[in-house]
C-alpha cells in the first residue's frame, strides 16, 4: 500500500476507498468489502449523508481505528465556528470514532471568513479530535487566502482525470507541499472510453479504470474511487499492483483538457 507523507508529517494512504452516492445497507456492506479489500482509507463528507452506516460498516469489519484513515468534509453553511464545532462533535458521534484523520471544508464559502472557519477546525486539532485539516474544491487564490490565515492546510481534493489533469493546481500544490486529492478519478466513466487508456488496457492486461488509478498513483496523487460493487471495489484496489513504463504516464498526463464534469452554482470554480 502507497503512502503519502503530509506536511505535518502524518501519512495518508494513497488509494482510498470514496462513498459518494453510496447510502443504507449497501454503504455498510461497500466500506466492509473495501477494508476487506485492503483499503484503509475511507472518504466521506457530512453531505454524503451517511457518516452513520460508514461507522457501521467499519465497526463490522472489527478493524482497529488506529489501522485505517478516515476523511470527512464540512459542508458549505456550517462553516460559522460556533456551527463547526457543533458538527465536529456530531460527526465524532455518527461515525462512532474517538477522532477523524482529515477534516476538509467541502466547497468554499464566501460568506464566512476563512480564518474563522480554520480556526474552529484548529481548535479541534488541539482538542485531539482531528489529526490533520485540509480542503476540497479549492482554486489556487481560495488556497492562498487559507495559507494566509496560518492555520496549516495539508490537502485539497478535487476533481481530476484523464483529460481534466489540473495541471496548474498540482504545481500551485507542490509549491507549497499541498497534497492532492483526485475525486471523480474515472471522469464519470468517460475516462474509460478514451482510447490512449484502452490501448494502455490492453498493453499491461489490466482494466480501463485500472490504468487511469494507477496512472493518478503514479504522479503522486491520491485517488478515492468509489463503487458498491464488491467486484469493481476489488479491481480498483489491485490498481496498485503494477508499474507502467514513464512514457506512458507522461502520455496520459498530456491527454487533451477537456470539461470540468463537476461545477455547483456555489463552488467559485472562477475565483
Known amino acids: 500500500m502507497k503512502n503519502i507523507t503530509l506536511k505535518n508529517g502524518r501519512t495518508i494512504p494513497a488509494l482510498g476507498f470514496g462513498t459518494w452516492q453510496i447510502k443504507g445497507d449497501e454503504c455498510v456492506t461497500a466500506v466492509d468489502t473495501a477494508l476487506k479489500a485492503g483499503y484503509r482509507h475511507i472518504d466521506t463528507a ?5 457518516h452513520t452506516e460508514v461507522g457501521q460498516g467499519i465497526k463490522q469489519n472489527g478493524i482497529a481505528r488506529e489501522d485505517f484513515f478516515l476523511t470527512t468534509k464540512i459542508f458549505p453553511g456550517d462553516l460559522e465556528a460556533d456551527t463547526v464545532r457543533k458538527k465536529i462533535d456530531t460527526y465524532l458521534e455518527e461515525l462512532d470514532t474517538e477522532y477523524i484523520d482529515l477534516l476538509l471544508i467541502h ?3 464566501h460568506s464566512v471568513p476563512l480564518a474563522e472557519t480554520l480556526g474552529a ?9 482531528v489529526r490533520s485539516l485540509g480542503v476540497s474544491n479549492f482554486t489556487e487564490h481560495h488556497l492562498q487566502d487559507a495559507m494566509d490565515t496560518g492555520v496549516e492546510i495539508v490537502l485539497n481534493q478535487v476533481e481530476m482525470h484523464p483529460g481534466f489533469p489540473q495541471h496548474k493546481l498540482r504545481e500551485f500544490c507542490a509549491k507549497h507541499d499541498i497534497a492532492v486529492t483526485a475525486y471523480s478519478p474515472l471522469g464519470r466513466g ?3 472510453e478514451m482510447d490512449l487508456i484502452k ?15 494507477n496512472w493518478l498513483l503514479s504522479v ?8 458498491a460493487t464488491p467486484e469493481r471495489i476489488i479491481e480498483n484496489f489491485h490498481s496498485q499492483d503494477f508499474t507502467m513504463d514513464q512514457a506512458d504516464i507522461d502520455a496520459i498526463d498530456a491527454l487533451e483538457n477537456s470539461e470540468r464534469l463537476i461545477n455547483p452554482e456555489f463552488a467559485h470554480f472562477d475565483y
Open 46 to 50: 457530512d453531505g454524503y449523508h451517511n
Open 107 to 109: 466547497f468554499p464559502d
Open 121 to 129: 477546525m484548529q481548535e479541534a486539532v488541539a482538542a485531539g479530535k
Open 190 to 192: 468517460n475516462a474509460l
Open 199 to 213: 490501448e494502455l488496457a490492453t498493453k499491461y492486461d489490466k482494466t480501463p479504470g485500472q490504468i487511469v488509478l
Open 220 to 227: 503522486e496523487v491520491i485517488t478515492i474511487p468509489k463503487s
